[in-house]
């Protein structure tokens, strides 16, 4: 082999609880854990490799690389516990609490190239003539390490009647090293009600009722997802300087100081219900939400001079989220031998941002889902105030001329070619974020034989497939092309357009999982049970999608983008026996 890529990685984990009761319905406990992880890796092209020919910038010598990277994180958490009953009727149960994390991690890389012989292959780096030879790429060095730091207080307190009425307020206290010195600390209050009707006596004889709870809660979260130091001046560095023969390397700022960085919250309420019919044979929840994320946390741009550097984390926009979830259990068929059990789960969602600029920071939108080359294509998604996360923007296809040129609709509803459009002519063209989520399963058992089939799909949502775009297209001769740029396209003969044309429905549904098990009957003082089975994952997929597999990332800002470097999911079947002495 030509090439070498390997990992040798460790990985050590441990924790440990510790439980004392202190008086009658008084615990107090302690939580600690801790992860680290290492690994090296190795990477080495020999002389021979494509990447390494004579006509790269190689110039036909190997190149070589090493990087350690280590990583850890501690964790300690202690909680004392009361609960008790007063009266009988009132059940009280208070929890109060101390969390700590701690996480860092640290790499170091070297590489070179110029290497004439593959005879040392990656353990000898400095016998590269990249560190002398100026016509070959530069050898890099490379060190990195950052930390975190989460601490929290934290207390809840629970509160029922008569197994009727629940109450239940929580209050979190969460201070973050990744905010500024004025906001490093966020209050994170929530509560909740619930009444269990059918513990009534106005239901106590409706025999159909076996269950009926109304819950409604209101919460508020914080969100720490940025990357650490961002609200901090960090230095880089800059040009170098002559003194005396010597070139001094200089330093400056790395990113704008922001001490007013604070923690993105979360508020929602929701509101829901609880139920059980015919003996629990139909149950389920419903559940109504809305969720309004406030100073969310972005890079926007910063105005110069004012600031050192043209951008700066900050906390800005905000954005809602509305939706619905239901959960259906159901056995609808119950004998001695055979038993029937059937689950559901379903969900909406819809989202707007409705804010995206204050008085300090502004921006007409955000764009995200840079398009790769060839072609400079821009970005494939767009957010805006008043749109959804997700939204493709681009340019609606309208077909192909004579010659086999791009025709697109502008915005009067005329055509014109792809160099006769302006920012004006773009619209929302789909998005990536699916409205509807679902899954069914269904569990069968026949004396000792069980089996489980359960499905899954998303839907009312749109793929952009980039493997068409770009590998669909003749003009990506004499480069690989998929068979569609002489069947599907063939009448296209222009360089890749982003647009509409390569825009498709994204819904599926998939037959996720499938287990045939047996239970063998024993009649042993050594064997307690016995089970056998075999189970299937990722079976089939039913969707009208052209591309590899329609499952993509469905969260963040870069949804519904079909890369040209996703690899498949595999198809896998097990085998498996458990047992119980």
Sequence with gaps: ADRI???????????????????????????????????????????????????????????????????????LETTLDYQTTLGELHNVGVILGYSYQYSTAEEFSADNSGFTTDGFLDWN?????????????????????????????????????????????????????????NHKWGNFPAASVGWAISEENFLQDVEA?????????????????????????????????????????????ARN???????????????????????????????????KTKDLLYNYSAQQPGFVRSSIFTNVGELENKGI?????????????????????????????SKLSDENFQANWLEFGGL?????????????????????????????????KWLFYKADGSTASASEMNENDLTVIGNGVPKYNASLGNRFTYKNFDLSIFFRGKFAFDILNTKELYFGNKKWLPNNLLK??????????????????????????KLDNVTLGYNVPLESKYLE???????????????????????????GFTTGIDGRDFYPRTKTWTLGFNFRF
Excluded: C
């Design 5 to 75: 890529y390997e990992r040798q990685e460790e990985v050590i984990s441990g924790d440990i609880r510790l439980s004392l009761e202190v008086a009658k319905g008084l615990n107090a406990s302690v939580f600690g854990s801790y992860v680290r992880t290492n690994y090296n890796d190795r990477i080495f092209r020999s002389k021979n490799d494509w990447d390494q020919r004579e006509s790269t910038q190689y110039q036909g010598t190997a190149y070589a690389k090493k990087l350690n990277h280590l990583d850890w994180s501690k964790t």
């Design 125 to 181: 780096l400095g016998a590269g003539t990249g560190i002398t030879d100026t016509s070959l790429p530069r050898p890099n060095l490379y060190s990195f390490k950052d930390d975190n730091t989460l601490v929290g207080f934290f207390g809840r307190i629970n509160y029922g009647f008569a197994d009727k009425y629940f109450a239940q307020f929580v209050l979190r206290r969460e201070g973050s090293s990744r905010f500024g010195d």
């Design 209 to 253: 009722i076996s269950l009926l709870k109304l819950r409604a809660g209101y919460g508020v979260t914080g969100n720490q997802g940025i990357p650490n130091y961002q609200s901090l001046t960090t230095l880089s560095e800059g040009g170098v300087y002559p003194q005396n023969g010597v070139y001094y390397q200089t330093y400056g700022a």
């Design 257 to 291: 100081a922001n001490p007013n960085l604070k923690w993105e919250e979360k508020h929602e309420i929701n509101i829901g219900v609880d139920f059980g019919l015919l003996q629990n044979r139909l149950s389920g929840s419903v559940d109504v939400y809305q969720r």
């Design 325 to 353: 979830e239901v959960v259906l259990s159901a056995i609808p068929v119950s004998s001695e031998n055979f038993q029937w059990n059937v689950d559901f789960t379903g969900s909406y969602q819809s989202n707007e941002l």
């Design 372 to 404: 790769p080359s060839p072609g400079n294509l821009g970005n494939a998604i767009r957010l805006e105030e008043g749109g959804s996360v997700g939204n493709f923007y681009g340019k609606r296809f309208a077909g192909f001329t004579d010659e086999g």
């Design 484 to 509: 569609s740029a002489v069947t599907k396209h063939n009448q296209l003969n222009d360089d890749p357009q982003y647009s509409d044309y390569y825009i498709e429905s994204g819904d599926f549904v």
């Design 529 to 555: 049970s016995m089970r056998i089975y075999v189970t299937g994952k990722n079976l089939a997929t039913f969707t009208g999608y052209s591309g590899i597999d329609p499952e993509l990332q469905d969260t």
